[in-house]
């Protein structure tokens, strides 16, 4: 066993802290880390001032996500009729909201009828100052997120430096920020439950998935990973969280469900111009889309049907030596893959799934090299896809089916491994 291999052991096994001159690193690869990491984080910064510098200066959060969130919360504080998803009201609320920034596209309240009662106290609120509010708790959800996820993965001062550097400068991170998206309090809720499962915290697992409900659709493939490993205080405290707002908000604006499916369905029609656009989607269904210049239900289901079944013999094969958190990471990346509607922002939401990874891979010799050098690759995809005049955008769908077939590779559960060199 190697020091680095050591060091990483002791870190992730007894939480042993190993100095960083205890182990042999290449100064160049620290110095093309650095440098490469630096350029990220730099264009992230630059397109964050960019987007403050706009000519609408500070109202320019009325142009993004954000918007679609508070419509929702604006039409329960202030009884809107006819029912929350009606297409026009919700125009109209905007054009009310934002009459002075004349905003150019339509931005929707798309989301489960609970979060319009969690966001409701920003409704009162003056919509820049609900906004500014709303950023603050997603940047402080996504600090402790990345705080708590480079503890476990670092071996090292440097290594630690670095990661914050890589993380920090994530373009899809910044993305979801500036636009007033919720995806730092679901990373936090991601990031919670793999360190629980870690911990074999199950309770305290389903109770971080519960957070994750602001956007539950990014949540699947752990709902599998966790029915299938029976997990069962986990599935218990998270569904009975998922009951209770379900109930709370029924209760609230009735039977809402139907009229919800309903609407994603007319959300979701490419033709319908409302904001779903194939070709910007990082996950299968946009990669089939700009391999084939057309959508493709079957080919989507067959990617989203095989990655299931590769997770199902994982979780069934997998040895005793194979961290369980690899699994759910693992899950986290199928699912986001199979995902119907997952733009560039929404992808932060990985790096759970991928420091999980990075930390585990330093106990697989030889395989492990090879994942963690596809793993120092990932913060520059997004700048690659983020780039829309270039024919790959969805760059991003293959890069996370590498990494799980990478995965499945590096940690080939025993039994497969002992069948292999018997033949």
Same mark, same amino acid.
């Not at 100095?19 to 990220?40: D, I, T």
């Not at 919509?127 to 603050?136: D, G, T, V």
């Not at 067959?302 to 094969?317: D, E, K, P, S």
């Given at each position: 066993?190697?020091?680095?291999?050591? +060091?990483?052991?002791?870190?992730?096994?007894?939480?042993?802290?190993?100095?960083?001159?205890?182990?042999?690193?290449?100064?160049?690869?620290?110095?093309?880390?650095?440098?490469?990491?630096?350029?990220?984080?730099?264009?992230?910064?630059?397109?964050?001032?960019?987007?403050?510098?706009?000519?609408?200066?500070?109202?320019?959060?009325?142009?993004?996500?954000?918007?679609?969130?508070?419509?929702?919360?604006?039409?329960?504080?202030?009884?809107?009729?006819?029912?929350?998803?009606?297409?026009?009201?919700?125009?109209?609320?905007?054009?009310?909201?934002?009459?002075?920034?004349?905003?150019?596209?339509?931005?929707?309240?798309?989301?489960?009828?609970?979060?319009?009662?969690?966001?409701?106290?920003?409704?009162?609120?003056?919509?820049?100052?609900?906004?500014?509010?709303?950023?603050?708790?997603?940047?402080? @959800?996504?600090?402790?997120?990345?705080?708590?996820?480079?503890?476990?993965?670092?071996?090292?001062?440097?290594?630690?430096?670095?990661?914050?550097?890589?993380?920090?400068?994530?373009?899809?991170?910044?993305?979801?920020?500036?636009?007033?998206?919720?995806?730092?309090?679901?990373?936090?809720?991601?990031?919670?439950?793999?360190? +629980?499962?870690?911990?074999?915290?199950?309770?305290? +697992?389903?109770?971080?998935?519960?957070?994750?409900?602001?956007?539950?659709?990014?949540?699947?493939?752990?709902?599998?990973?966790?029915?299938?490993?029976?997990?069962?205080?986990?599935?218990?405290?998270?569904?009975?969280?998922?009951?209770?707002?379900?109930?709370?908000?029924?209760?609230?604006?009735?039977?809402?469900?139907? +009229?919800?499916?309903?609407?994603?369905?007319?959300?979701?029609?490419?033709?319908?111009?409302?904001?779903?656009?194939?070709?910007?989607?990082?996950?299968?269904?946009?990669?089939?889309?700009?391999?084939?210049?057309?959508?493709?239900?079957?080919?989507?289901?067959?990617?989203?049907?095989?990655?299931?079944?590769?997770?199902?013999?994982?979780?069934?094969?997998?040895?005793?030596?194979?961290?369980?958190?690899?699994?759910?990471?693992? @899950?986290?990346?199928?699912?986001?893959?199979?995902?119907?509607?997952?733009?560039?922002?929404?992808?932060?939401?990985?790096?759970?799934?991928?420091?999980?990874?990075?930390?585990?891979?330093?106990?697989?010799?030889?395989?492990?090299?090879?994942?963690?050098?596809?793993?120092?690759?990932?913060?520059?995809?997004?700048?690659?896809?983020?780039?829309?005049?270039?024919?790959?955008?969805?760059?991003?769908?293959?890069?996370?089916?590498?990494?799980?077939?990478?995965?499945?590779?590096?940690?080939?559960?025993?039994?497969?491994?002992?069948?292999?060199?018997?033949?």
């Amino acid at each position: 066993m190697t020091k680095q291999t050591a +060091a990483c052991y002791n870190r992730f096994v007894i939480n042993e802290y190993v100095p960083e001159k205890n182990l042999n690193k290449s100064r160049l690869q620290q110095h093309l880390g650095w440098a490469g990491y630096a350029v990220v984080a730099g264009v992230s910064a630059m397109l964050w001032l960019l987007a403050l510098l706009r000519p609408e200066g500070l109202v320019y959060h009325a142009h993004f996500d954000f918007m679609g969130y508070f419509i929702g919360a604006y039409m329960f504080v202030h009884g809107q009729q006819p029912p929350l998803y009606d297409l026009a009201t919700q125009l109209a609320v905007q054009h009310t909201v934002s009459a002075e920034t004349n905003p150019p596209v339509a931005q929707l309240f798309i989301y489960p009828a609970w979060n319009a009662l969690i966001l409701a106290p920003l409704a009162l609120l003056p919509y820049p100052i609900a906004f500014l509010i709303a950023e603050a708790v997603n940047g402080v @959800a996504a600090f402790f997120s990345l705080h708590w996820l480079i503890r476990l993965a670092a071996t090292s001062p440097q290594e630690r430096r670095c990661l914050w550097l890589a993380t920090a400068g994530f373009l899809p991170l910044a993305m979801a920020l500036w636009q007033g998206q919720m995806t730092g309090l679901v990373l936090c809720s991601v990031t919670g439950t793999l360190l +629980a499962l870690r911990r074999s915290a199950d309770r305290q +697992a389903g109770a971080w998935l519960v957070l994750g409900l602001l956007k539950p659709q990014l949540l699947v493939g752990l709902g599998v990973a966790l029915v299938a490993t029976r997990r069962r205080q986990t599935v218990f405290v998270w569904a009975g969280g998922g009951a209770l707002l379900t109930a709370v908000s029924t209760a609230v604006f009735g039977n809402w469900i139907p +009229a919800f499916v309903a609407y994603l369905r007319q959300f979701t029609d490419s033709s319908a111009g409302l904001g779903d656009h194939a070709a910007l989607m990082q996950n299968w269904r946009g990669g089939v889309y700009m391999l084939l210049r057309t959508e493709s239900p079957l080919l989507v289901w067959i990617l989203t049907l095989g990655g299931v079944g590769l997770l199902l013999v994982f979780l069934w094969l997998r040895g005793q030596t194979t961290p369980i958190e690899v699994s759910f990471a693992m @899950a986290g990346l199928i699912g986001l893959l199979s995902n119907p509607h997952l733009y560039l922002y929404d992808t932060a939401i990985a790096l759970a799934p991928a420091l999980v990874l990075w930390h585990a891979a330093c106990l697989v010799p030889g395989r492990g090299r090879v994942l963690r050098a596809l793993l120092c690759t990932g913060p520059f995809v997004p700048l690659v896809a983020a780039i829309r005049a270039l024919p790959f955008t969805e760059i991003g769908a293959w890069y996370m089916t590498a990494l799980v077939l990478l995965a499945f590779w590096t940690w080939l559960p025993q039994p497969l491994i002992a069948k292999v060199e018997t033949a």
